[in-house]
């Protein structure tokens, strides 16, 4: 992947003796391959490079081994190192005029593209470890194949005898880095878990899931798809399922969109408060065109995820028959790529070989089924629903699924543990014993769920009788109490609740469910509750709560606005209702009784919103009132009071400006780019107007030079011919008021040398 070191050392280094010392740290700190780059550019073009510094987070000191208790702290500090270490890094770059800032803290880097001149510098400064070429790596293809018999590869893995034992994949989230995922397909639609947390473009070309290839839709399909074809074709169709879009529409993905996705994985919503990272994660892809190399390039994302509760797989690549042709980053020590065979159960031909060029041990670690595997396909643009495949793409995401059901099986077991289960329990395949075509074996869930249960021990039993009934709006309470054989802890969980319903453990043997139920809920809700012990094993107990209806008055807060002399508030919906509620949760309100104002006239609506007008030349204080009604028909018992407070109009704010400019050479200021309007926030039509920028009689070029105002409100200054120094001139502004107002005069001072 990267090229020789060339002898040939940047002038603004290495001018003197002194600047030897200069130039070995630059080699040392610049990749090989981007210092080739860097010589074949002029000192002012622009390169796309990832920053790697030297501070790291020791991940094992956050390691989860009981995946019931997965939280957050490798991901705050991860962030809190990060944060301190790139400050002063960033205000160096954006002071050099370094644009595309992308920061990288799950490895403590920086993706930026910068000037060749400014890289040389940045390797200089203490605490810059590496810097590298922001690589580009183009998409996986689509590998059509042809018709091979339905579930024979969910056969070859013993995934059925999983699902008779309950275990489908419920409560457990996948997910994939690759193309997207078409989430109106038949078989995935209803398992996307949805919202700003499950879904991450790092393009921002799509806001809410796409596939614009097919590939990552396939590879979805084999993990959590079901059968609605007539067929199944996912390994555990009871997970949902979360992605990241690797690649843009082009097919292309950079080195640090990659990054991205992986510390996106970390925590989705970004939010330490919350554990909402995924279980499983699938990687159907690699670092295509460097077979038989070790490039680390990723090495700590994937001991991050891994070490966060994680599990992680990787498409073992598609180079083979060859030996020695293992791909990065599944080849990497914490990478667990996996390999394919055909319905024979005989490696494929295409399918890479090892050892592996990073650690020398076995690769792949797994195989799986990657010959004429029936899948999931694009659903628009005319398109069959189904495909058959062929790949070691189509491979790794048996081994996701493998690792999704047994983490439905065993929560509380380690990435660690669900790993080395598959590969001790694996089929056998080629040559006896563990080898570089079919790594451990074939996949055997079954197998693996076996060695994991035989020193589980036995279930816990509930013992509590569950409260039946309930009442609209008012809190309902269940303390379930079990027992263990084992001597627990145990863990209490929800597997079907109505919306709202939480539960808390207090004790190893207790825990409360606690709920409000609301108007919408009012009638049968069923609820299902599991107790786990430590070693994977549970109970549940199922019932039903009659839900009673009742009804209490909505409850109004004031409110209170600010706009200005001469203009109309208009406030959309929910206007007046946005801060008043109902005891009763799910009731929806209105508002109804909006009194005239003490000053000017307003219109009230159904939905909160409003419009007032106050006299044309009043300012001061105005106030109404008006009531909610709830969807039943009773209405607040106290008014709620909207208070308005008229504001005269005022001037924009000015401030001075300093530039430069060389001799004799013109320039544009954008003299309002530190100007603002303090009445924009009240009204955002009422802004500073660019096209009012006038220069005031006494405000001229002090020195000779001379100005013009463009239309856009930015200056045009040239000095005059010859001069050196300080030049200053004055300008103003008025804003959009219908009376516009003027602005004090700033100044301007030009540093021409």
Request: proline content about 7%; hydrophobic content about 40%; charged content about 15%.
């Amino acid at each position: 992947m990267h090229s020789a070191k060339s002898n040939r050392l940047p002038r603004s280094c290495c001018i003197a003796v002194v600047a030897a010392a200069c130039c070995g740290a630059q080699a040392a700190v610049i990749d090989p391959e981007l210092e080739t780059e860097l010589q074949g550019r002029a000192p002012y073009e622009e390169v796309r490079v990832i920053v790697s510094l030297s501070g790291k987070v020791k991940h094992r000191l956050f390691e989860v081994k009981d995946r019931r208790h997965r939280d957050t702290r490798l991901f705050r500090a991860l962030k809190a190192k990060a944060a301190v270490d790139q400050e002063s890094h960033k205000n160096f770059l954006q002071g050099r005029g370094a644009h595309r800032l992308r920061e990288l803290w799950a490895i403590n880097g920086i993706a930026v593209t910068a000037r060749a001149d400014v890289i040389r510098e940045l390797a200089a400064r203490a605490g810059v470890e590496s810097i590298r070429v922001d690589t580009i790596l183009q998409a996986p293809a689509v590998s059509y194949s042809s018709p091979a018999p339905p579930e024979w590869n969910l056969n070859a893995v013993t995934v059925p005898g999983l699902w008779a034992l309950g275990y489908a994949g419920a409560g457990v989230v996948v997910a994939n880095m690759d193309t997207g995922v078409d989430p109106n397909h038949p078989d995935l639609s209803g398992k996307w878990r949805g919202g700003s947390n499950s879904w991450f473009d790092p393009h921002a070309e799509h806001a809410t899931p796409y596939d614009f290839s097919g590939h990552g839709t396939q590879t979805m399909s084999i993990m959590v798809g079901g059968a609605v074809g007539g067929s199944a074709i996912g390994v555990a169709p009871g997970a949902r399922w979360i992605a990241a879009k690797l690649y843009n529409d082009a097919g292309q993905a950079a080195y640090s969109d990659i990054h991205l996705a992986f510390q996106w994985l970390l925590d989705p919503d970004g939010d330490p408060a919350t554990v909402d990272a995924p279980d499983v994660v699938n990687a159907s892809w690699g670092l295509v065109g460097n077979a038989g190399q070790c490039i680390t390039e990723f090495s700590n994302d994937i001991d991050a995820l891994k070490t966060a509760g994680i599990a992680v797989t990787f498409a073992a690549g598609n180079d083979g028959p060859a030996p020695l042709t293992s791909l990065s980053p599944g080849n990497n020590p914490a990478g667990f790529a996996t390999g394919a065979v055909d319905p024979a159960l005989t490696v494929a031909s295409f399918s890479a070989r090892g050892v592996s060029a990073c650690d020398g041990s076995v690769y792949p670690k797994m195989a799986a089924p990657g010959v004429g595997i029936n899948v999931a396909d694009l659903s628009f643009g005319g398109l069959p629903l189904y495909a058959v495949v062929s790949g070691t793409s189509y491979a790794a995401p048996h081994t996701a699924g493998a690792l999704a059901l047994l983490a439905n099986a065993f929560p509380n077991a380690s990435v660690v543990e669900l790993e080395s289960a598959l590969a001790q329990s694996a089929l056998d395949l080629g040559v006896a014993g563990a080898d570089n075509s079919y790594g451990y074996g074939l996949v055997n869930a079954l197998a693996a769920y076996n060695m994991l249960n035989a020193a589980a021990g036995t279930p816990p039993t509930i013992t509590s009788t569950p409260v039946l009934a309930a009442t609209q709006g008012l809190s309902y309470a269940y303390k379930v109490t079990a027992s263990d054989a084992e001597g627990g802890p145990l863990a209490f969980t929800l597997d079907q609740a109505p919306t709202g319903m939480t539960i808390k453990t207090t004790s190893p043997f207790i825990a409360w469910i606690g709920w409000r139920p609301t108007n919408a809920q009012v009638g049968t809700q069923a609820v299902t509750v599991r107790a786990t012990d430590p070693a994977g094993k549970f109970a549940t107990q199922s019932w039903n709560i009659n839900v009673a209806n009742v009804n209490d008055a909505p409850l109004v807060s004031n409110d209170a606005y600010v706009m200005i002399k001469g203009g109309t508030l208009n406030v959309a919906a929910p206007g007046v209702l946005a801060n008043d509620s109902d005891p009763d949760i799910g009731d929806t309100l209105t508002a109804t009784n909006f009194n005239p104002p003490s000053a000017g006239t307003v219109a009230g609506n159904a939905d909160g919103s409003f419009r007032y007008t106050p006299p044309p030349t009043y300012t001061g204080m105005a106030s109404f009132s008006y009531l909610a009604r709830d969807n039943a028909g009773l209405t607040s018992k106290t008014a709620g009071w909207v208070s308005i407070a008229v504001r005269a109009n005022r001037a924009p704010v000015t401030v001075d400006d300093a530039v430069a400019t060389p001799v004799n050479t013109a320039m544009v200021i954008n003299v309002l780019g530190n100007d603002s309007d303090p009445d924009t926030a009240i009204d955002a039509a009422n802004h500073i107007d660019p096209a009012t920028v006038f220069i005031p009689v006494t405000g001229k070029p002090d020195m000779g030079g001379t100005v013009t105002v463009n239309a856009d409100g930015s200056i045009g200054y040239t000095p005059k011919p010859g001069f050196t120094g300080t030049e200053v001139f004055a300008y103003a502004v008025r804003d959009t008021y219908s009376t516009p107002a003027i602005s004090k005069a700033a100044y301007v001072r030009v540093s021409v040398q």
